[in-house]
Nanobody, 123 residues
């Protein structure tokens, strides 16, 4: 049994910042690779950032490199996404995910999905 609960989504202006949080329960997050995904209505859910559970290696979509940072706090059993310099194209529903194997996260087949939190960016 495991659950991911997301928070931090909001409506902000272009250039603004947000920090998304994903609280895990029923699982020990440090044993899983974590990731954040963006989905726009009518489009496929795509990985924005991933974090390898063993090595701590991070990967980012080209569109967010230099602006977003994925991190974790194992003591709090949480995953975070720091979002700086937000742009309208960052708008959408953000989902966090946990996978036993990093490759499962990359393939968008994690063991756990969060419920999603909405981010809207306007000028």
């Amino acid at each position: 049994q495991g659950q991911l609960v997301e928070s931090g989504g909001a409506s902000v202006q272009t250039g603004g910042t947000l920090r998304l949080s994903c609280a895990a329960s029923g699982i020990t997050f440090s044993r899983y690779s974590g990731g954040w995904f963006l989905q726009v209505p009518g489009k496929e859910r795509e990985a924005v950032a991933t974090l390898h559970s063993l090595t701590g290696t991070t990967h980012y979509a080209d569109s967010v490199k230099g602006r977003f940072t994925i991190s974790r706090d194992n003591d709090k059993n949480m995953l975070f996404l720091q979002m700086d310099g937000l742009r309208p194209e960052d708008t959408g529903m953000y989902y966090c995910a946990a996978a036993s194997a990093w490759v499962e996260l990359v393939r968008k087949r994690p063991q756990y999905w969060g419920q999603g939190t909405q981010v809207t960016v306007s000028s």
